[in-house]
Each structure stands twice: as C-alpha cells, then as structure tokens.
C-alpha cells in the first residue's frame, strides 16, 4: 500500500499555479527526496499533504487518510518539521519537546520518559535544560527532529531540513534520518535543493520544476531517462599509442564499428568514448588487440547534479513560459 | 477515658508555640494524620502525572505561565496595583470629609464610596481601570499570533493533532483567565483594605454589586483583548498591530468625543422646537457616544458602583416627577445597564468571530 497517495494535486493563487496536477506515491519505509529550485511548489505540495492549506483541484491520501477532510487523524501520524523551524525562546529544548509531547495527548510520565529518550537520541541530552533561543542553527535542527519524533510518527516530512548548517552538521544530521528510517521503519519525504544530500540519503527522488513533478525514480533510472536520447554512459581510457598512429587509427575505427558506441573522441593518449549502454568490456578488448598499452579505463555515470543541470535547463523554459 | 480536665491541660500546654510543636512530634495520632496527608498528595501528584490533559488545556497551562512569566504583564501588573492603591488612598482620605460634612449617618452605600469617591487629584477605582484595561488587553494580546509566526512556532504547533481554532480559542481562554484572576484579587484587596482602615463591613448587596463591577470590567478588557488579537492575526508585525490597537484605543478615548461634539454643534435645533425633538437630539446624541465601548463601560460602572444613578439618557420633568430620591435597587440598576452590557458583549463576540474567521482561512507557511 502506498503510505503517501497523491492524485491529480492542484493548487492555485490567483491565476499562478503553485502545484499542477501532481501525481505521486511514496511507499512504506523509503526516503524521498522532493527535488526541485526554490519556488518550485515543494512546500505547497507539503502543506497540502497536512491540511494546512487545501488544495484547488485533487486529492492528498497520507496513510490512506484524505488530508483535507481528517487532517487531525493525518497530523496524529505524520511528523512535520518546517525549513526555519521555530522554538519558544523562552522555555528550554526540553519543555518546548514537553509541551509537543502534551499536545499529542501523552501524559507528564509519558511525555518525560520519551523527551529524554529523543535528546538522548539527536545528542543534545546536555543541552536539554538550555533555553532554545541560545540554541545553534544545527542544535535547533536537531531539536525539530526530535520534536517531530516525539509524536511516534509513520511519515516525517521534512522541509529543507539541511539549510544553514555546517557541511559536518549536515552529514550527522542526514545519517541521524537514515538510521531512523532503517530502524524504526519510517517513510522520510525530504525536500531539498541540495543535489549531493538528496543523493546522499534518497532511494528515490522526484524531480519538482514549476509545479511539475518531471520525472521520479532513483538516480539510475533517473538518468537513463534523461539521456537515452544521447549519451548516458561516458568510457574513458588512457592509451598508451607510443608514435604507432597506425595501430591508433585501427583502434578508432574498430571502437566506432562497436555496437552501442556513438561518439570517440582520442586526444594525446586519452580515448573518450559515449554510448548507449555499458560497453567497458568490449571496449578493452578492442584495446588489447590493437597491441596497444591500456592504462585505465573507467565508466561515468550520470549524478544528480548533470540530471538536475539537465532538467533545470527545462526549468527555465517553464519558468518563462509559467 | 480521658477526661475533659486531661484535654484542657493538654490544651494549656500546647499553647506555648515551643511546647506544642514538640508534642505535635510525639503524638501517634499526628504522625499518622501527616502521614496519611502526605499520601494523599503522593497519590493526587501520581495521578497528575498520569493523566492525560486535553490539548486545548495543555495550551492554556502554557499560555498562562507565558503571561505570568513575562516582564510586559508584570509591568502593567505593577500599573495597576499602583493606580490601584493610589486611588484607595484619595478615596480614603476623602471618605472622612465626606462622611463629617454630609452628617448624613445612614448612607446605605457608604462603602461603596471606596470605589468612586476621589478629590480631583487622582481619578477613582473605576475610571483607573476604565483606562488601563484597554491597556492591559491590548498588552496581553496584540502579539498573540503574529509573534508565533514571526519565530516560527505557529506551523509546528499546527502540525501537531489540534483542531486550529483551539490555539486562538485557547489563548483568548488563558489572557481572560489572568485578567479575571488579577481583577478580582485587586478588587478584594481593596475591599479588604477599605474594610481594615475604615472599619465598616460591606453589605451583601455592596459586595454584590463589587462583582458586578469586577465581572463589568474583565468583560471591558476581554473585548479590547479581542481586538488585539484580531489585529495580531490581521498585520504580520506585532509592532504595526500593537500600534494599531493603540490608535483605536485612542480615537475612541480622545478623538471621537471631538468628533461628536462637532456634529451635535452641528445638529443642534435651533431657536423654538418642541420638547420632543429636543429629547429626540439628545438620543441621538447620546447614542453617538454609545457606539464607544469605554463609554459603555463608564456608564454601567458607575450606574452599579453610585446607586443614585437612576437613567442614563434624558429624564422628562413626567417621568422624574414623583420619583422618590433614594438608591436604586442591584436588580434594577442592572436593569439600567442591560443594554451597555449586550453591547459590550456584541462588540466582543464581533471581534472573536471575525479573528476566528480570518485565522481558519488562512494559509499557515513557515516564518
């Protein structure tokens, strides 16, 4: 069962449209990263799935439960931390995650014994009784988790979770989400602009220009997608010719007759090769039989950053035309 | 069986402080009375710490603690004792003048007086509170939503399992709660006061219309904290509402009375006219100054704290004539002020629903 179902998801602002006939399911158990430029409709599409804002057109089923009409039942269950994430200043990290706890219906005891279990948990048991407002932008992100934690949660949501903190910081704190979700078997939907984190944590990542969500899956599919229309794989060797141009040409034009293979490029001893699918092998065995040294040989694939560049070039015909 | 005798020297001993605090410690029944109390208590705070409170209440708690905590409801706090006492000075001291020069020796609603009587130098009791309520609302309200989304905490509480109206209904809940408390602890304190100094007790009708009063007033403040709140969810800046709140404040106070005047000028009937039409002016006139609720307020104040008062629009010499000059009955004083209180009570239910309708609709983002 799909544990985040949304269909045909619109949400407008006048004549500007935030969110366009998303669709999108999300299973149990994995992390999702909701990629896309700032301004993109992630966050709408966030407020949505809790009930904070209702959507134009469409339906948000979180945990089989449509968040616009029981969005209490929704919030019980899905654990929400806002980019910029708030304390009251005045009351330490503990009493903030007490009066959570309190909100969700738990008791003093109960309540008491899962704060101190959660701060134990992000590493900030010895900040506990220090007032929020002196709290490190890293601190306080790690607080809004164990706030979101606090409520056992089945989905947590999380909206820039990463913006403004230290790359060391940001390296604890997304392994903190994928322990997490390993253990404790729970959805994460990460929204981010950043590339590398997103790759970091994701199983899967969905790609959000303008409204759009333009294409999903993991990174691999991601790219085949991308660039079955050119070149997803890009094999480089190092060639040791030796002044033999005659056995270099032969090996050129036998690389180019391989199947697969749709550009060679061969510049001062280094061989570029695109092609369709992953022709390594076939490749270093036309370079040994040319008699030719082989000195590396190695296989590009595709990150997110190509497919984000890609697809953001996309993003900008849509942001004109939006 | 003991004897009376045993007992009444048990009793003399224990009057010594020293004595009985040291018999205290050597008798069974105490330590099994101290023991049993204090199991009680073990077992209350057990049960409290079990329990499950609703949200709504788990707001208030904390809703109240914030205000008692903060440095702005100790400051106006400190205000009003002030004024308070300041007030209860004058019309103290006042009172014994008063009292020597009227020889009138049954005066039914002396100690009312404490309340209303003042020489000039500082307003009385009520005309304080008249003033500084609508401080004290505006003060306890005006950053009541804008500030938990300028620091971020309103989309985090909103994501939490709580219907959205419980957040503003809980903190109108809390901010009356502390009025409410504040009001009438200061009204009793002076009652109390007034009592010890000028050595009358009230009557039950005095102390009732007391109540009254108080209850008139936390109603006054709860309609300006209305207001606040309502601009606290209107403009984004608690500064823009606080000031905001402040500007209508003084309108109503200063400007509007000006304005009025101007049109009664205006309006005024000129040479000959028949009594009615003049009657019919002065309502309307009156009426004008009603739409304020502080004169709504000082109407039925001082309707209920001066008995005497007997209408508060024009009397025609028909209907004063005959009428016996002595203090009007609680009932029908509040018969009087029936009106300004459906009024002050209509302004504030206006103010709660449409910041209930705005706040309901409203799209809540992040910062």
Not at chain 1, 178 to 201: F, G, W
Not at chain 2, 270 to 296: C, D, H, K, T, W
Not at chain 2, 297 to 320: C, F, I, K, N
Request: aromatic content about 10%; glycine content about 8%; hydrophobic content about 45%.
């Amino acid at each position: 069962m799909h544990i985040i179902d949304l269909k045909g998801l619109t949400k407008r602002y006048g004549n500007f449209v935030a969110v366009d006939n998303l669709d999108l399911t999300i299973q149990k158990g994995e992390v999702f990263g909701l990629l896309g430029p700032n301004g993109a409709g992630k966050s709408t599409t966030i407020l949505m799935m809790l009930g904070l804002t209702e959507p134009t057109a469409g339906e948000v089923r979180v945990c089989g439960i449509d968040s616009t009409v029981n969005p209490i039942e929704v919030k019980r269950r899905v654990g929400y931390l806002p980019d910029d994430v708030g304390f009251y200043e005045h009351l330490s990290g503990r009493e903030n995650l007490l009066y959570t706890a309190r909100l969700n219906r738990l008791s003093w005891l109960e309540a008491e014994a899962r704060v101190d279990r959660l701060l134990q948990r992000v590493g900030l048991q010895d900040a506990a009784s220090k007032k929020a407002g002196k709290y490190s932008r890293g601190m306080r992100q790690r607080l809004g988790l164990a706030d979101v934690l606090v409520k056992n949660p089945e989905v947590i949501i999380l909206d820039e979770p990463t913006l403004g903190i230290d790359p060391l910081g940001v390296r604890e704190f997304l392994e903190l989400i994928v322990t997490l979700s390993r253990e404790e078997h729970i959805t994460v939907l990460l929204s981010s602009h950043h590339l590398h984190q997103v790759q970091q944590v994701c199983d899967r990542v969905g790609i959000f220009v303008a409204g759009k969500l333009l294409a999903q899956g993991n990174i691999a599919a991601l790219s085949k997608a991308l660039f079955s229309d050119g070149e997803p794989y890009i094999i480089e060797a190092g060639i040791n010719a030796g002044g033999n141009a005659g056995a270099a040409e032969a090996l050129l034009s036998s690389l180019r007759q391989l199947a697969g293979v749709v550009s060679v490029q061969f510049d001062e001893g280094s061989l570029r090769i695109g092609s369709t699918h992953d022709v390594t092998a076939d490749v270093a065995r036309a370079v040994v039989l040319s008699g030719l040294g082989l000195k590396r040989l190695s296989i590009k694939e595709y990150g997110l950053d190509d497919i984000y560049n890609r697809y953001f070039e996309g993003g900008e015909v849509y942001g004109k035309t939006a | 069986m003991t004897s009376i005798t045993d007992i009444l020297k048990e009793v003399r001993y224990m009057e010594k402080p020293h004595n009985a605090l040291e018999q205290l410690k050597v008798r069974p029944w105490v330590t099994r009375m101290t023991n049993r109390i204090s199991g009680y208590m073990a077992s209350v705070r057990d049960r409290r710490m079990r329990a499950v409170v609703h949200p709504f209440w788990v707001i208030v708690q904390k809703e109240i603690a914030d205000h008692v905590r903060s440095w702005r409801f100790n400051v106006l706090l400190f205000l009003i004792l002030l004024t308070c006492f300041g007030s209860l000075y004058t019309s103290i001291t006042n009172l014994m003048e008063e009292t020597a020069k009227s020889k009138d020796d049954n005066d039914p609603f002396f100690f009312l007086k404490l309340f209303t009587l003042s020489d000039g130098t500082l307003p009385p009791f009520h005309v304080f509170i008249g003033f500084l309520g609508p401080l004290l609302g505006i003060g306890l309200g005006f950053d009541a939503i804008n500030s938990e989304q300028q620091a971020g905490t309103l989309s985090r509480i909103m994501a939490q399992p709580i219907h959205r109206d419980y957040l503003i209904n809980a903190k109108f809940t809390a901010a009356l709660m502390v009025i409410g408390i504040m009001f009438f602890s200061l009204g009793f304190l002076v009652m109390g006061f007034g009592m010890v100094i000028i050595g009358i007790p009230p009557t039950a009708e005095e102390f009732l219309r007391v109540v009254f009063f108080l209850l008139l007033s936390v109603l006054y403040v709860a309609f300006w904290l209305n207001l606040s709140v309502l601009l606290s969810i209107r403009f984004r800046q608690a500064a823009t509402s606080a000031l905001t709140a402040i500007a209508i404040w003084l309108f109503f106070t200063v400007f509007y009375q000006i304005i009025v005047n101007l049109i009664a000028r205006a309006l005024m009937p000129s040479g000959a006219v028949s009594p009615q039409q003049l009657v019919g002016y002065e309502q309307f006139i009156l009426n004008l100054m009603r739409i304020v609720p502080s004169q709504l307020y000082t109407d039925a104040t001082t309707t209920l704290l001066v008995p005497s008062v007997r209408s508060l629009g024009p009397l025609t010499m028909e209907q004063a004539y005959g009428a016996i000059p002595s203090p009007l009955p609680l009932g029908q004083s509040l018969m009087i002020v029936w009106p300004q209180l459906t009024g002050l009570i209509a302004a504030t239910v206006v103010c709660f629903a449409l910041s209930y309708v705005s706040f309901m609709r409203r799209e809540i983002r992040s910062r």
